[in-house]
Structures are given as C-alpha cells and as structure tokens.
C-alpha cells in the first residue's frame, strides 16, 4: 500500500466500537475528521494521547470537527481504558487489522533489537469530503493535539 498523502480519498471503514455499536467514516461525510491511530491501550504515550484528545474535545467540537482514535485492541478493552480514564472520544477497534493496513499504519517496528508488527502512531486529517488533509507520521504526543487543531481549523 502507498502512503497516504494530501489529496487521496481517505479509505472508508466500520469497525466496532467501544460502548457497542460500530463507527463508521461515511457517518461523518460532510464534517472533517481527525484519526488518530495509536498502538496499545493503556500504554503510557497512548493513554497521554487520548486524554489530551479528550481534553480538547470540546475545541474540536466548536470547529466543526469529529474525532476517532484506532488501535487493534479489543472492543472490551476499549471499554476498560475509556472508563479508566474518563476518556470521551469514540475508540474503534481493528482487530482484522484491514483499516489499520488501508491507512499504512500497520508496520514493523524494532524494540531493544527485536522485530515485530505493530501501529505505528499517526493522525490523519480527512476533509468533509473524505479527503485526506494532512497525515502526521510517527506521532511525538507532547503538543501533537494542538497541532493537529490548528490544521483542522483550518480546513
């Protein structure tokens, strides 16, 4: 898969989500989206992210802006990690790992000399017409959200 760059129509999906249900992309057609892909719930920079995407909920809401956060973890799991730290923005679960592939985040990584497959942390911008606006590779969390805000703002 190519990566995905400014212009591309971002690739649709419904996936189950944690609270039930599924979230779907096409559900937002006509309001721009943030995707924010994170590899593990309840890792120390994954937990970070989602609370300060959390936190700046109510900013993204009054620019218009719908928020989604992806990892492969369970829906039970989702569950768990929502309630454990209050956390209000929909976590869809990609347990078959296709969405995780389409968007090409979904790579091997190395730790302490090992290799494996895992999410790599990126956020992708999708415009109201299911375009992708910008795309952030290998996510460093301190002051990601607000960087990713002001890009929204600006669609």
């Known amino acids: 898969m190519a990566e995905l760059a400014p212009g591309m129509k971002a690739p649709d999906f419904t996936l189950p989500r944690d609270g039930g249900g599924t979230v779907s992309l096409q559900d937002f057609r006509g309001k721009p989206v943030v995707l924010f892909f994170y590899p593990k719930d309840d890792t120390s920079g994954c937990t970070t992210e989602a609370?300060?995407?959390?936190?700046?909920?109510?900013?993204?809401?009054?620019?218009?802006?719908?928020?989604?956060?992806?990892?492969?973890?369970?829906?039970?799991?989702?569950?768990?990690?929502?309630?454990?730290?209050?956390?209000?923005?929909?976590?869809?679960?990609?347990?078959g790992?296709?969405?995780?592939?389409?968007?090409?985040?979904?790579?091997?990584?190395?730790?302490?000399?090992?290799?494996?497959?895992?999410?790599?942390?990126?956020?992708?911008?999708?415009?109201?017409?299911?375009?992708?606006?910008?795309?952030?590779?290998?996510?460093?969390?301190?002051g990601h959200v607000a960087a990713v805000l002001d890009a929204a703002k600006k669609l």
Not at 57 to 73: E, H, K, T
Not at 104 to 126: C, F, N, P, Q
Request: proline residues 5%; without cysteine.
């Open 51 to 95: 609370k300060d995407f959390t936190a700046a909920r109510p900013d993204f809401d009054a620019a218009g802006v719908a928020l989604i956060g992806m990892s492969p973890d369970p829906v039970k799991k989702h569950d768990s990690f929502v309630k454990k730290h209050g956390l209000d923005v929909p976590l869809a679960s990609d347990e």
């Open 97 to 142: 790992l296709e969405t995780l592939q389409a968007y090409g985040v979904w790579k091997e990584k190395s730790m302490y000399g090992r290799a494996y497959m895992g999410v790599e942390r990126t956020t992708v911008l999708i415009d109201a017409e299911g375009k992708i606006a910008e795309v952030w590779n290998k996510v460093k969390v301190p």
